[in-house]
């Protein structure tokens, strides 16, 4: 077992835990997607409504303030990202509402429309949400990622470009991979690991991507904001390696509802994931001391539902 303080050899990669991709959580769940999908839906969809009716809040009243809300975030924050029929969405779900508030509910205070406007607003957000992994992308990005950092590590503070082609710098030999490093090994072979760096820089996910795979645990699912997939040929590479994307402009209850399901499941699943707990850049690198338990607490629930209901007795609901 490699003790604390420990760091890999210079050039070292160690053999995978899993030579087989296609055993790798990530890529089986992905393989999954369409059946996953619709029970994330449903499942959200009932959490919804089950918190609605202790609260005593009509439904209608929770979708009009998600619809108002996301009808202030399309005129004041705007992002090319945005699907083109987003505003004329949002307006249908307005003139929807409008035509179910003149019907009586009819079913534990929540009309069958309403049911279905909830249906239709919890499938669009999962789309959008839902993280991809893709073999050949992923091996790509892991031949191609050293190369890339090499070259950085050679050019920077050089006065000469022509250094860009030295080798003398290594991504190996530059960033020390320290730690108990054969018991996270271990860990992912018998069950979910759960990751909670210091988020201290843009390069944070990219680097932390490439130490997984030197130390040979399997890829790791992670959030990413969505304003990162702006970027043109970058968002490529997100979408294949894995991220799962997060608006943290909506801030309405059932997109956040959506998107924390999205985390409960994955994890209850198996898939091994990555949070930046504090939400932000920490400037210092010092460890965070407000903690956003908001994702982070998902890890929780899902602990929570793997005990209660050991495989292979799980149910397709979550409660």
Same mark, same amino acid.
């Given at each position: 077992?490699?003790?604390?303080?420990?760091?890999?050899?210079?050039?070292?990669?160690?053999?995978?835990?899993?030579?087989?991709?296609?055993? #790798?959580? @990530?890529?089986?769940?992905?393989?999954?997607?369409? %059946?996953?999908? /619709?029970? &994330?839906?449903?499942?959200?969809? =009932?959490? @919804?409504?089950?918190?609605?009716?202790? $609260?005593?809040?009509?439904?209608?009243?929770?979708?009009?303030?998600?619809?108002?809300?996301?009808?202030?975030?399309?005129?004041?924050?705007? &992002?090319?990202?945005?699907? /083109?029929?987003?505003?004329?969405? #949002?307006?249908? @779900?307005?003139?929807?509402?409008?035509? @179910?508030?003149?019907?009586?509910?009819?079913?534990?205070?929540?009309?069958?429309?309403?049911?279905? +406007? +909830?249906?239709?607003?919890?499938?669009?957000?999962?789309?959008?949400?839902?993280?991809?992994?893709?073999? $050949?992308?992923?091996?790509?990005?892991?031949?191609?990622?050293?190369?890339?950092? %090499?070259?950085?590590?050679?050019?920077?503070?050089?006065?000469?470009?022509?250094?860009?082609?030295?080798?003398?710098?290594?991504?190996?030999?530059?960033?020390?991979?320290?730690?108990?490093?054969?018991?996270?090994?271990?860990?992912?072979? =018998?069950?979910?690991?759960?990751?909670?760096?210091?988020?201290?820089? %843009?390069?944070?996910?990219? +680097?932390?991507? &490439?130490?997984?795979?030197?130390?040979?645990?399997?890829?790791?699912?992670?959030?990413?904001?969505?304003?990162?997939?702006?970027?043109?040929?970058?968002?490529?590479?997100?979408?294949?390696?894995?991220?799962?994307?997060?608006?943290?402009?909506?801030?309405?209850?059932?997109?956040?509802?959506?998107?924390?399901?999205?985390?409960?499941?994955?994890?209850?699943?198996?898939?091994?994931?990555?949070?930046?707990?504090?939400?932000?850049? $920490?400037?210092?690198?010092?460890?965070?001391?407000?903690?956003?338990?908001?994702? +982070?607490?998902?890890?929780?629930?899902?602990?929570?539902? %793997?005990?209660?209901?050991?495989?292979?007795?799980? /149910?397709? =609901?979550?409660?």
């Amino acid at each position: 077992m490699a003790e604390k303080g420990e760091n890999l050899q210079p050039q070292g990669i160690l053999e995978p835990v899993l030579p087989n991709i296609n055993e #790798w959580p @990530i890529h089986k769940l992905t393989q999954e997607l369409d %059946n996953f999908i /619709p029970q &994330w839906v449903e499942n959200t969809k =009932k959490r @919804i409504i089950d918190n609605a009716v202790k $609260s005593q809040m009509p439904l209608e009243e929770i979708i009009a303030k998600a619809a108002y809300l996301e009808t202030i975030r399309l005129r004041t924050k705007p &992002w090319r990202i945005d699907p /083109p029929d987003e505003k004329e969405f #949002w307006r249908d @779900i307005k003139d929807q509402l409008a035509v @179910i508030a003149q019907k009586k509910a009819d079913i534990n205070g929540v009309s069958p429309e309403t049911q279905a +406007l +909830l249906h239709k607003i919890i499938s669009r957000y999962a789309e959008e949400i839902a993280g991809h992994f893709n073999r $050949s992308t992923y091996r790509f990005a892991a031949r191609a990622l050293p190369v890339f950092f %090499n070259r950085l590590l050679n050019v920077a503070g050089a006065r000469s470009l022509r250094r860009i082609f030295n080798n003398d710098l290594l991504i190996q030999d530059s960033l020390l991979l320290r730690g108990h490093i054969e018991e996270l090994r271990n860990l992912t072979t =018998k069950g979910t690991v759960i990751l909670t760096p210091t988020h201290h820089s %843009n390069l944070d996910s990219i +680097l932390l991507g &490439w130490a997984i795979h030197a130390v040979g645990v399997p890829a790791l699912l992670y959030g990413a904001g969505l304003n990162l997939f702006n970027a043109r040929g970058f968002d490529y590479f997100m979408n294949r390696l894995g991220a799962y994307k997060i608006d943290r402009r909506k801030k309405n209850s059932l997109y956040l509802e959506t998107l924390k399901m999205y985390s409960r499941m994955t994890i209850q699943r198996g898939c091994h994931t990555l949070f930046f707990p504090g939400g932000t850049r $920490s400037r210092s690198g010092q460890l965070e001391n407000d903690l956003k338990m908001g994702l +982070l607490g998902t890890v929780f629930d899902a602990q929570r539902f %793997n005990l209660q209901y050991p495989a292979p007795e799980k /149910p397709q =609901k979550f409660s």
